[in-house]
């Protein structure tokens, strides 16, 4: 037997395959995938009932199609994950942008700027000195004074904070060191003009130094 | 009566496994002999020519014959043995073992090939479109089509046997398919 191409005319001279041709590969595949029509199905089996190497063909292309429809199915089972796992990732970036996390992510902002607000102390610096320059601390914010002077002894120190009236607001004590006294102030909750004084500790109580400065509201 | 058997035991061992499946195939093999010499000596047989005409006319009476004694014995026999005429399709435990290590490596050659090639294969031996439908639908001539299938076919046996070789499969596969 020999093999005989679809278009090819057999021994015969016509261009129809006999039983005793082999039909092409293609012929074979289309046996397998039982898509032969009813003519080609005639002599694809009356040729393969007779013929070893023809059935060893198919034998084999059944093999070969079956692994490449499970290997194809693979490839489309792996394609259709990466599509549906690359829509929930779009999903939940597009998810961000939605009005009820943004008004959470909001909310956490304003929650982070009213703690920074009200914990985290201004730092405000005041010099002995007199002059036309007004230092300004925070309403509504612990503040960090550095009460600045050249004569200020070394050592715990009185402080005292008092309004304009002369009326006392807080009191406490304050180290200095190297002409500065540091002291924590707390929440100044009116505006107004106040002076922070120094005093020797013990009892003599000596006034050292006044700073004066302004508590407005400012962010 | 040897060469007779010889010429096409292993053809119509192929065709009655194909149709019927595993089960009791030799018994289904014997069968279709029987009935073939029986006629040959009965005379039945009068153009000599026309053996192989006439032995897969005889299979496929035999074949006819099996499924309408499987339907019979179903519906017979429906409440008693339910699935006793059910055929089982899967392949043997060896194919089966080969099929899965050739799909392996076939999945890795998948990805080397192009696009429009793994679509041709994917349509034809997945989602089973005829070629008419492939060809129209990728705007291909049949003799664009055939040249293109057997080139991604080619092309994916090319990558699939430097995959094999490498992973020192082939020689088990060369083994296995002779």
Redesign the interface.
Same mark, same amino acid.
């Given at each position: 037997m020999r093999e005989l191409h679809e278009q090819e005319p057999n021994s015969s001279g016509n261009m129809q395959p006999t039983?005793f041709d082999h039909p092409a590969v293609?012929v074979l595949e289309r046996f397998v995938?039982h898509?032969c029509s009813e003519d080609e199905l $005639?002599i694809v089996?009356?040729?393969?009932?007779?013929? +070893?190497s023809?059935?060893c063909t198919? $034998?084999?292309l059944e093999? +070969?199609?079956?692994?490449?429809?499970?290997?194809? $199915?693979?490839?489309?089972a792996q394609q259709q994950e990466k599509v549906v796992s690359a829509e929930p990732r779009k999903q939940f970036w597009r998810s961000w942008f939605s009005v009820p996390t943004l008004s959470w992510a909001g909310a956490g902002l304003a929650a982070c700027a009213f703690c920074l607000f009200a914990f985290v102390p201004a730092g405000v610096q005041l010099q002995s000195e007199r002059g036309t320059a007004t230092v300004t601390v925070p309403e509504w914010r612990n503040a960090r004074l550095s009460l600045v002077d050249a004569g200020l002894p070394a050592g715990s120190l009185q402080a005292e904070v008092v309004s304009e009236t002369g009326s006392l607001v807080w009191s406490g004590t304050a180290t200095s060191t190297q002409g500065e006294a540091k002291l924590d102030l707390p929440r100044m909750t009116h505006p107004g003009t106040y002076f922070a004084r120094l005093y020797t500790a013990g009892a003599e109580h000596e006034l050292l130094a006044e700073f004066r400065f302004e508590v407005k509201f400012k962010l | 009566m040897e060469q007779l058997y010889k010429?096409?035991s %292993?053809?119509?061992r192929?065709?009655l496994c194909r149709q019927l499946g595993p089960q009791e195939l030799e018994d289904k093999v014997h069968d279709t002999f029987l009935i073939v010499v029986n006629a040959i000596r009965r005379g039945d047989l009068r153009e000599p020519e026309r053996l192989?005409?006439f032995?897969?006319t005889v299979?496929?009476r035999q074949v006819a014959a099996y499924i309408e004694h499987a339907v019979h014995t179903r519906r017979e026999q429906a409440e008693l043995e339910t699935g006793i005429s059910v055929a089982d399709r899967t392949?043997n435990p060896e194919?089966e073992a080969?099929?899965?290590q050739?799909? +392996?490596?076939?999945?890795s050659?998948?990805?080397a090939l192009s696009k429009r090639d793994?679509d041709i294969?994917?349509r034809f031996?997945?989602k089973?479109q005829?070629q008419e439908q492939i060809c129209r639908e990728m705007s291909l001539t049949e003799t664009q089509f %055939?040249l293109l299938k057997s080139r991604a076919k080619a092309k994916?046996g090319e990558i699939g046997k430097k995959k094999l070789a490498s992973s020192g499969l082939f020689s088990v596969l060369v083994r296995a398919?002779s």
């Open positions: 039983y293609d995938l898509r $005639e089996e009356t040729h393969m009932l007779a013929c +070893e023809c059935v198919l $034998e084999n093999v +070969e199609i079956a692994a490449t429809k499970l290997a194809l $199915e693979h490839v489309a | 010429l096409f %292993r053809g119509i192929y065709y192989m005409g032995v897969r299979v496929r392949q194919q080969m099929v899965k050739k799909a +392996e490596l076939m999945k050659a998948l990805g793994r294969l994917v031996y997945l089973e005829p %055939r994916f398919n």
